[in-house]
Each structure stands twice: as structure tokens, then as C-alpha cells.
């Protein structure tokens, strides 16, 4: 990770949103301002700062988990490739746009080809967060057999279901 991104990933920061690929909600020449943010935090809806080749500004469609690690299906409001970025190469959250001088919230996007993704991310958010409620207060941090049978079939349901949204098996 660039010493530039790190120290954004750390402290948040501000800095000019290029390309075409988010319009309508942020437009070429828009300054978005950053703030970390956790992981489990990030809910579909969502416009998320990662690194990939280069830092990459896109909305959340939602999350799923591979190994441990939580990742995000994200996409660009005016593109159509919808991609997994890990948690670990989110940066932080699109909490303030800039737009001729004047600051607002992000606009929040829906397109009815999105809804079953935030229907879905909906009841992944309160998994996600219950799981981690259970094992930290029940099983006080460990790890447990039975929970990592339920939680990897409720992963690969999950991971089911996102394929055959996006692939057109089940009709939005």
C-alpha cells in the first residue's frame, strides 16, 4: 500500500474524485472527503475507497465472507462490472462530497437490478453482526465446530445466491 493511502486508510483525508464511472452521484472534478471506517461497519449503499491498481472509488452492493476475511461486492453506479474487494484493501468511507463548493452527504443510489443485493446484504450486516456478538460474548473469543459449520453454510448460501443474481439465474 502507497505511503499516500496508508496514512489515509489511518486518518481519513479529502482528495478530487476523477473518471465517469460513479456519475450520477460523483462526477469528475467532485472532492470527496474519507474516514476510516471497520470493516463490519461498511452496509450496502455504501461509497467505499479501495486500492486495487489504483485507488478505486465505488458503491457497496454487499459483503461476503472466504477464509476469515470479509469481502465486498462493489460497482461503480455507471458501470457494470461488479467486483469483490477485500476488507483488507478497503481504505475508508465517502462520508462528505464536495460539489461546487458546497458540502453534502453522498447520494444514495438504488436501481431495481440492485435491490436483491441490498436485500441480501441487509440480512448478511445482522449476521455478521450477531456472529460476532456470539463468539465474543458466548464462546469468549473462540472459535467453536459448530459455529464454523453454520457460519460456512450461511457463506456458501450466501456466495450461491450473489452468483445467481449476478449471472441472471434468478431474475431481478
Avoid at 51 to 76: M, N, P, Q, S, T
Avoid at 95 to 123: A, T
Avoid at 151 to 167: D, E, N, P
Wanted: proline share 3%; with cysteine.
Amino acid at each position: 500500500m502507497e505511503p499516500g493511502n496508508i496514512y489515509l486508510k489511518l486518518k481519513g483525508g479529502e482528495f478530487d474524485f476523477k473518471g465517469a464511472s460513479m456519475e450520477p452521484a460523483l462526477k469528475e472534478g467532485d472532492r470527496v472527503i474519507v474516514r476510516p471506517v471497520n470493516a463490519d461497519d461498511i452496509k450496502a449503499g455504501d461509497i467505499i475507497v479501495f486500492e486495487a491498481r489504483v485507488l478505486g472509488c465505488h458503491r457497496v452492493l454487499g459483503r461476503f465472507k472466504k477464509e476469515r476475511k470479509l469481502y465486498f461486492w462493489e460497482k461503480g453506479d455507471n458501470q457494470g462490472a461488479l467486483r469483490p474487494v477485500s476488507e483488507d484493501n478497503v481504505i475508508g468511507k465517502v462520508v462528505y462530497v464536495i460539489k461546487n463548493g458546497k458540502l453534502n452527504k453522498p447520494v444514495f443510489y438504488i436501481d431495481k437490478g440492485y435491490f436483491f443485493y441490498y436485500l441480501l446484504d441487509f440480512f448478511v450486516y445482522f449476521y455478521v453482526k450477531a456472529s460476532n456478538l456470539v463468539r465474543r460474548s458466548l464462546l469468549r473469543g473462540r472459535r467453536s465446530v459448530i459455529s464454523d459449520f453454520c457460519g460456512a453454510c450461511f457463506w456458501r448460501s450466501v456466495k450461491a445466491l450473489t452468483f445467481m443474481i449476478s449471472r441472471g439465474t434468478i431474475k431481478q
